[in-house]
């Protein structure tokens, strides 16, 4: 047990389905870092004459590297409360490492269904090496989550995708978070859309807080605010059934992790989106793979593919003039970006990316050449 950070389900236990029988089963995940984009909002004031505060939600300094941390901890304190032993998922990658080891952690056995030769090669190297029984399928995500649902349903084996409801529970405790870190709520929440349990989670809970008493928003957050925030929900283009209003056969995308063709929670998705009155949009790989170097090289945390589709999201909502109101007025709208999963979660995509902005040279061992070549 640590004093400074006891992990997501300690600290916002009041907010949780958890009971003094449930045995909790944390790494400390959350407490994650919140960092102002200064050089990206310096960009933008530039290119676009609008002013942005813009907030980085940096999950990827969850224990397992993706913001899955949050949801698993409780699902799988859920599954040993309830003597489950072994535990299935379906996964693009984050799911399936952070069961792993939450799995590992709880001394469970840990099935694993991933869509063959499609998921990055850190994530699964983290399922492997936690010790997870993985089964590449030769079909896509879809595929893999249908199977592990039936499976599920059909044998002793607890599903821990976002299907399971202690899942989204956990992960609404980002929201929270995010009130908690900034001391107010933000206007504009931009994050990348896949199997939508996540948008669906963090919209929860910023209604749950809303709705909280006076006193404890005070007490426990020393914040007041009532005013819910408008969710921008990113896909990515050749994989966006949640904007075509249809499940797709063949979802495509340099992101893997939001690589899916029928997303878990839809509705959840839908409901976000119209109740702030946001939007679920798409962004192309092309704005992704822009925004995805962007990110990295001027705020210097390193995030996944999937995790860009956010700052994708912003950018091509500038583009668009979706702020120009922001033009004119004094106000400067508070816009918080989630960053979903750790850039090293896939490095042969950011190798590949940044051969178009950087070139390694080969070079002789000598001083001279690279005075020579950093033309000081
Ligand atoms: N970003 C990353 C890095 C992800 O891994 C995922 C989903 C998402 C965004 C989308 O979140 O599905 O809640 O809408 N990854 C799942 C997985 C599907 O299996 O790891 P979502």
Not at 98 to 127: D, E, F, H, T, W
Not at 197 to 221: M, Q, S
Not at 273 to 280: N, Y
Not at 319 to 348: N, Q, R
Request: hydrophobic share 40%; with cysteine; aromatic share 10%.
């Amino acid at each position: 047990m640590t004093r400074i950070w006891p992990g997501v389900i300690e600290h916002f236990k009041e907010f949780l389905p958890i009971s003094y029988k449930t045995p909790i089963i944390t790494l400390y995940e959350g407490n994650t870092p919140i960092v102002k984009a200064e050089n990206l909002e310096y960009k933008i004031e530039k290119e676009y004459g609008i002013k942005l505060n813009i907030y980085l939600k940096y999950e990827g300094a969850n224990p397992t590297g993706s913001f899955k941390d949050r949801g698993m901890t409780v699902a799988i304190s859920k599954a040993k409360e309830e003597n489950s032993k072994i535990i299935i998922c379906a996964s693009t990658g984050n799911t399936s490492a952070s069961a792993a080891a939450y799995a590992a952690k709880a001394n469970m056995r840990c099935v694993v269904l991933i869509p063959y030769g499609a998921i990055a090669l850190g994530k699964l190297s983290q399922a492997v090496m936690h010790g997870a029984e993985v089964f590449a399928i030769k079909g896509n995500f879809d595929d893999a989550l249908k199977l592990a649902k039936e499976i599920s349903q059909k044998y002793p084996i607890k599903l821990v995708n976002s299907l399971n409801p202690y899942r989204i529970e956990g992960q609404k405790t980002a929201s929270f978070e995010i009130i908690e870190q900034l001391g107010f709520i933000p206007d504009y929440q931009f994050m990348p859309v896949g199997n939508a349990g996540n948008i669906t989670a963090y919209w929860r809970g910023y209604k749950e807080f809303v709705n909280l008493p006076k006193e404890t928003k005070i007490k426990k957050f020393k914040v007041e605010d009532n005013k819910l925030p408008k969710m921008m929900g990113f896909q990515a283009k050749g994989a966006a059934p949640i904007v075509l209003g249809k499940p797709i056969k063949n979802p495509k995308t340099i992101a893997t992790a939001i690589r899916i063709g029928n997303p878990a929670s839809w509705k959840g998705a839908l409901q976000a989106k119209d109740e702030s009155k946001g939007v679920i949009d798409t962004v192309s790989d092309r704005e992704i793979l822009q925004a995805y170097y962007t990110l990295s090289s001027l705020e210097g945390l390193f995030i996944e593919p999937a995790s860009a589709a956010s700052i994708a999201g912003i950018i091509k909502y500038l583009k668009i003039g979706y702020f120009k109101k922001f033009k004119s007025s004094k106000y400067i709208p508070k816009i918080v970006a989630i960053l979903t999963g750790h850039g090293l979660k896939d490095p042969d995509c950011a190798i590949d990316t940044s051969k178009k902005y950087v070139k390694i040279k080969k070079i002789p061992p000598e001083i001279k050449t690279i005075i020579k070549e950093l033309k000081l």
